[in-house]
T-cell receptor
Framework: NAGVTQTPKFQVLKTGQSMTLQCAQDMNHNSMYWYRQDPGMGLRLIYYSASEGTTDKGEVPNGYNVSRLNKREFSLRLESAAPSQTSVYFC???????????FGPGTRLTVT | KQEVTQIPAALSVPEGENLVLNCSFTDSAIYNLQWFRQDPGKGLTSLLLIQSSQREQTSGRLNASLDKSSGRSTLYIAASQPGDSATYLCAAHSGNTPLVFGKGTRLSVIA
């Protein structure tokens, strides 16, 4: 089992460009999450999907959109990237909303 | 609103020492608390999840404790090794909020 996979691993964008970060899990988990990690700020939740067909905002949702494509896949879209979105993005999944979370390897995004 | 604090931010110990990492949280009505390890440039690896009904959880040389009344959890690492060097994060589940993370303790084990 691959666990949680994320693509791409690295990305450089110019201000105003758009992109989608992909996440997939093969553990048959119901819940999936997107976090960003910044120095001095720790990990902050952007959006989550408690179950297939639902999505909810986390602590820092502005500038992002998400799609729960199916049970396995949860994507994060930046419509118009800004330098403040330079960060490391992690996807995670869990059996349910209060279960143990498992993380992917991350996507390092730089917006210039 | 739940807040999670980890002190110290960094810790350096000699190999073989037993050590304790601290985590405190403001809302004692938690469902569970999870400890993670993060190596530089990598994702988070789940170490232990301790339910609100539990006082301790053990995995190998790791032991996590939970005291809801005082809003504290500790991660005990026995006989530390250089391979234990990493950042350790704790995160709490409470109310209707998903996991809230502390900022982590960066551990260095010196050979």
């Amino acid at each position: 089992n691959a666990g949680v996979t994320q693509t791409p691993k690295f990305q450089v964008l110019k201000t105003g460009q758009s992109m989608t970060l992909q996440c997939a899990q093969d553990m048959n988990h119901n819940s999936m999450y997107w976090y960003r990690q910044d120095p001095g700020m720790g990990l902050r939740l952007i959006y989550y999907s408690a179950s297939e067909g639902t999505t909810d905002k986390g602590e820092v949702p502005n500038g992002y959109n998400v799609s729960r494509l199916n049970k396995r896949e949860f994507s994060l879209r930046l419509e118009s990237a800004a330098p403040s979105q330079t960060s490391v993005y992690f996807c995670a999944s869990s059996e349910g909303p209060y279960y143990e979370q498992y993380f992917g390897p991350g996507t390092r995004l730089t917006v210039t | 609103k739940q807040e999670v604090t980890q002190i110290p931010a960094a810790l350096s110990v000699p190999e073989g020492e037993n050590l304790v990492l601290n985590c405190s949280f403001t809302d004692s009505a938690i469902y569970n608390l999870q400890w993670f390890r993060q190596d530089p440039g990598k994702g988070l690896t789940s170490l232990l999840l301790i339910q609100s009904s539990q006082r301790e959880q053990t995995s190998g040389r790791l032991n996590a404790s939970l005291d809801k009344s005082s809003g504290r959890s500790t991660l005990y690492i026995a006989a530390s090794q250089p391979g234990d060097s990493a950042t350790y994060l704790c995160a709490a589940h409470s109310g209707n909020t998903p996991l809230v993370f502390g900022k982590g303790t960066r551990l260095s084990v010196i050979a």
